[in-house]
């Protein structure tokens, strides 16, 4: 996709995001300047996905702390502090935007005897230095990623974890595109994902741009392209896992996983190690983002389709247990059950990289 998901024009002091709520029919790049429509493009979807949340995130705090006027560290933190907290606000549950946010704090906090201007500067650093982890996160979740599957597979993958949610290749779909740089052809079963339609919309739009074997179906189908044999794993990203492997995800990505393992196809779990939120347990403690009505009632509907006065549920994510899963993908390798002991291993892994 010749597209970036999140950018920062430096020249122009704005965040530039491709707005996925126009997705497919229209690209639409959005420079956002101001702390309000930054806050409010991720509050309403226009950037979205658990890492692109972040990185947007870590350049909108850079480009709060620009225009803080100040001298002194005294001065400047508690703008700062504010700017992060307002930020942290717009969504709840994937902790790649808390996580992002914390980082740039620690950066500042870190080197509070600096001139402000220094400790812009670090903070713009941070901000890029986030993006491109991300960009070499997803590479290397898609070579661990493609090593489970084979020429010709069928995946099931649910809402978007690809490109368009992360700064490059995506998660989820990340064995994808890269299998398809090798000549690979694999067959790519999008649910549809209601009520936001990030399957119908993005994966395919993303997909096919790669010129994949991309399908849609309704989310009610996915038990029937499973009984017909063509799913050979099933691919999900996740906005935040907990330390025992339980996988917050998109809302519908557990039944998904229920009706994977009943027909004996493998369920993956793909997402980087700033996605894996060892402070939280287990998914009951996870809080869950519920969305207005209206996604339910009456977006992409001519007109409103249930009736006024009925009671919506509307929950953007859930969680699937950890025993359904067969491995979460991480940029340092593959997590196996026992997710508590494996996870772990991961993040020993990660702490033996860190550049000293
Ligand atoms: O509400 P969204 O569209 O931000 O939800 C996105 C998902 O659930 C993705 O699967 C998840 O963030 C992983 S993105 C690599």
Known sequence: ??????????QEGALLII???????????????EQKDIWQAIYLLQVRGAPAIGVAAAFGLYLAAKDIQADTWEQFY???QQAKDYL???RPTAVNLSWALNRMAKIAEANKEKSIPEIKELLRKEAVAIKAEDVWMCRQIGEHGLTLIKDGDGILTHCNAGQLATSKYGTALAPIHLGRERGMNIKVFCDETRPLLQGARLSTFELLADGVDTTVICDNMASQ?????????VFVGCDRVAANGDACNKIGTSGVAILAKYYGIPFYVLGPTSTIDMSIEKGEDIVIEQRPPEEVTEMWYQQRMAPQGVKVYNPAFDVVDNALIAGIVTE????RPPFRESLQEIFRKKQENIPR
């Open 1 to 10: 996709m010749q597209y970036e998901t999140v950018a920062l024009d430096e």
């Open 19 to 33: 707005d996925q709520t126009r997705l497919p029919g229209e690209v639409n790049i959005l420079h956002l300047k």
């Open 78 to 80: 508690p703008a700062f």
């Open 88 to 90: 942290n606000s717009s």
């Open 332 to 335: 340092y390798g593959i997590a």
């Open 225 to 233: 392209v499973m009984k017909n044999g063509w799913i050979d794993a």
